[in-house]
């Protein structure tokens, strides 16, 4: 669920964040 919701905030926000998005994926 975590990362589905990482994603779609990435995505939202846009190609920047993606690459966080992708950090925090791992992360968590």
């Known amino acids: ?3 589905e ?3 779609r905030f990435a995505i ?3 190609g920047r ?3 966080a ?3 925090t994926k791992i992360l968590g």
Request: charge should be negative; charged fraction near 20%.
């Open 21 to 23: 998005g992708v950090v």
């Open 1 to 3: 669920i975590a990362i």
């Open 5 to 7: 919701e990482g994603l």
């Open 12 to 14: 939202r926000e846009g």
């Open 17 to 19: 964040t993606v690459g």
